[in-house]
């Protein structure tokens, strides 16, 4: 079994996902070798002169549906006997950081981008292991989606973050969100840096902070702050 995370990004718009995990953190880490992500354009498996992906719903109904032959051909080419198949769906389960964490531990992931009304269902019920939802809102396609999960899952992945406790100190670290955060200069326009961050006394800084995340995170998300374990 492969010791690097390797991902197959299924999608109508490589591109997009191209431009998106070439930069920053992610595309060092691609770089580096700490994980190999594939974007690969789903109409490489349609067949015929027009490589069609889609088509009308049966029974009615507005938009277009992605057709069974295509996914089938694409995954079942791809997918190897650890392979875990990832639908990025709005009605799949929530991505929080436990999971984005376990999935940093597969060495395989094929990512489908739902498009259109989304997929055959068949495709779901017979390829499918896992579905997955970044938030209660619908994309225009699941190609950022598949992105985002392929963001929040690197960072748990050794040596991709420059530095490791960002981990613990970014939102939701031990299910709170995220500190204050000042730079110089200490003062700006009239608005002072607290003067705890100034003292040098870590264990101060320490409390400080601790107390920031408690009070952001009942003020902001009361659901994760008194239901830690759904974060």
Same mark, same amino acid.
């Given at each position: +079994?492969?010791?690097?995370?390797?991902?197959?990004? &299924?999608?109508? #718009?490589?591109?997009?996902?191209?431009? @998106? &995990?070439?930069?920053?953190?992610?595309?060092?880490?691609?770089?580096?070798? &700490?994980?190999?992500?594939?974007?690969?354009?789903?109409?490489?498996?349609?067949?015929?002169?027009?490589?069609?992906?889609?088509?009308?719903?049966?029974?009615?109904?507005?938009?277009?549906? +992605?057709?069974?032959?295509?996914?089938? $051909? =694409?995954?079942?080419?791809?997918?190897?006997?650890? !392979?875990?198949?990832? @639908?990025?769906?709005?009605?799949?389960?929530?991505?929080?950081?436990?999971?984005?964490?376990?999935?940093?531990?597969?060495?395989?992931?094929?990512?489908?981008?739902?498009?259109?009304?989304?997929? /055959?269902?068949?495709?779901?019920?017979?390829?499918?292991?896992?579905?997955?939802?970044?938030?209660? @809102?619908?994309?225009?396609?699941?190609?950022?989606? =598949?992105?985002?999960?392929?963001?929040? &899952?690197?960072? @748990?992945?050794? $040596?991709?973050?420059?530095?490791?406790?960002?981990?613990?100190?970014?939102?939701?670290?031990?299910?709170?969100?995220?500190?204050?955060?000042?730079?110089?200069?200490?003062? #700006?326009?009239? +608005?002072?840096?607290?003067?705890?961050?100034?003292?040098?006394?870590?264990?101060?800084?320490?409390?400080?902070?601790?107390?920031?995340?408690?009070?952001?995170?009942?003020?902001?998300?009361? /659901?994760? #702050?008194?239901?830690?374990?759904? !974060?």
């Amino acid at each position: +079994m492969e010791t690097t995370l390797t991902i197959d990004l &299924l999608t109508l #718009f490589p591109g997009m996902a191209r431009g @998106y &995990l070439d930069e920053s953190i992610i595309g060092r880490a691609i770089k580096r070798g &700490l994980l190999t992500v594939h974007a690969r354009n789903i109409r490489d498996w349609a067949e015929g002169k027009h490589k069609i992906t889609d088509d009308r719903p049966f029974g009615g109904g507005a938009g277009m549906v +992605m057709k069974p032959e295509p996914l089938f $051909g =694409a995954i079942e080419s791809l997918r190897r006997a650890h !392979s875990q198949v990832i @639908y990025l769906a709005p009605d799949g389960e929530k991505l929080t950081p436990l999971l984005a964490e376990d999935l940093s531990r597969s060495s395989h992931l094929i990512l489908l981008s739902g498009h259109y009304e989304g997929v /055959d269902q068949r495709v779901r019920d017979c390829l499918v292991d896992r579905e997955i939802s970044i938030g209660d @809102y619908v994309l225009t396609n699941g190609t950022v989606a =598949a992105c985002v999960v392929i963001d929040a &899952l690197a960072r @748990y992945i050794p $040596g991709v973050l420059g530095e490791e406790k960002s981990l613990t100190q970014d939102s939701f670290g031990g299910r709170l969100l995220a500190f204050p955060q000042f730079t110089r200069p200490a003062e #700006f326009r009239g +608005m002072r840096v607290p003067e705890v961050l100034l003292s040098g006394n870590h264990a101060e800084i320490a409390a400080w902070r601790l107390a920031q995340r408690r009070k952001k995170t009942e003020t902001r998300r009361p /659901d994760i #702050f008194h239901n830690p374990s759904e !974060s």
